[in-house]
């Protein structure tokens, strides 16, 4: 007699883009472009191969971190418009499997890195891996409208990776450098959750406009770019760099507290209405773009 095959129900390996997916790869891109930046503006060279293991080591821990913040927020991503096509909540990737992998990449990422350069460049990349996992993730996204403010330090590292791994230590201008992203984070954030702000609601996550509103989200973003663009412009005054980047810096803070008035005069309420937010949302990534390459380009061309 013949038996009757039983289906496998166990559920197939994931695929590798589906892996790749839980690193961030959008995310790591500026990650990446930043802390390359800090390594290419640093006085001291670091060998080609070096820099390349470098930058590798903040790909890993970033796409770690990344993985391990899936693997905490599944079910609030599964809630979201936004996110619920992600590998977790879509059922391509199990809990397990994203923890393992987050968890690997984050632990050969830190011993790479201080087996390739040194150990304070370990430790920063360690402490910013725990603190976009810990302090961000898992203590203030789900409990305080203040979670970008205090959680803008984990993507503020990469600078001050960089630097650090090619000259052992930290000095003004990579802090800086940090001050810079910290303060840019939250109204670059405020500006998309502002027309996603259902989302949030609906995952029970207290961003800015959930729980304060549109208006005091939108005061608050255009005040935290007073700071930031003072501080963006700072290193030029303070002989840290040259021309190159205090010229380029001071423009684009210019258009970026341009867009930020528009965005405090706006009336909308309904995401249909909200093209200055989209609008500064969309230049505050190019923002950081075009000031690290100005960057780099001053500490290159310029004696």
Known sequence: MTSLAIPDERPLPAEWRDLFALTKPKVMRLVLYTAAAGLLAAPVPLHPVLAFTALLCIA??????????????????????????????????????????????????????????????AAILAISILFYLVVYTMWLKPRTAQNIVIGGAAGAFPPLLGWAAATGNVTLLPLLLFALIFLWTPPHFWALSLFVRSDYAAAGIPMLPVVAGVTATRRQAFLYS????????????????????GATASAMSAVFLLLAARVLANRATEPAGMKPEKQMFAFSILYLFVLFGALVADAKLLP
Request: charged share 10%; proline share 6%; no cysteine.
């Open 60 to 121: 890993l821990g970033a796409g770690g971190a990344g993985a391990l913040n899936m693997w905490y927020e599944a079910e609030l991503d599964a809630k979201m418009r936004r996110t619920a096509g992600r590998p977790l909540p879509a059922g391509r990737v199990d809990r397990q499997t994203a923890l393992h992998f987050g968890v690997g990449l984050s632990v050969f990422s830190v011993v790479l890195m201080g087996l390739a350069t040194n150990v304070l460049a």
């Open 226 to 245: 007073l700071p930031m663009a003072a501080v963006a412009v700072a290193p030029w005054p303070l002989g840290l760099t040259g021309w190159i980047y």
